[in-house]
Nanobody
Framework: QVQLVESGGGLVQAGGSLRLSCAASGSIFRLNNMGWYRQAPGKQRELVAHITSGFSTKYADSVKGRFTISRDNAKNTVYLQMNSLKPEDTAVYYC???????????WGQGTQVTVSS
């Protein structure tokens, strides 16, 4: 059973920064593709950033140049550094693990990010 535990959310003023962390257990982390998604009230969950087991990354257009996804395989952790935050970044942020060797997918419980104007 894969467990994902997010941390680092909170309340920040516009222009500020936060770093989210997602600690994974129960899988061969280095083989996982990892992603950060977010869901704002009344909206669908959307991809924010993704990093493959080979360290390739992709970002939503809305966060390019402001957010950086990274991973530390030694710590089984994926990070999302969020800079120049905007009120429209306010959402619950979810960590996702894609295990291609099992064909399975897991979600964390989510962490709230609130950006005040």
């Amino acid at each position: 059973q894969v467990q994902l535990v997010e941390s680092g959310g909170g309340l920040v003023q516009a222009g500020g920064s936060l770093r989210l962390s997602c600690a994974a257990s129960g899988s061969i982390f280095r083989l996982n593709n990892m992603g950060w998604y977010r869901q704002a009230p009344g909206k669908q969950r959307e991809l924010v950033a993704h990093i493959t087991s080979g360290f390739s990354t992709k970002y939503a257009d809305s966060v390019k140049g402001r957010f950086t996804i990274s991973r530390d395989n030694a710590k089984n952790t994926v990070y999302l550094q969020m800079n120049s935050l905007k009120p429209e970044d306010t959402a619950v942020y979810y960590c996702n693990a894609d295990l291609p060797y099992y064909g399975t997918n897991y979600w964390g419980q989510g962490t709230q990010v609130t950006v005040s104007s």
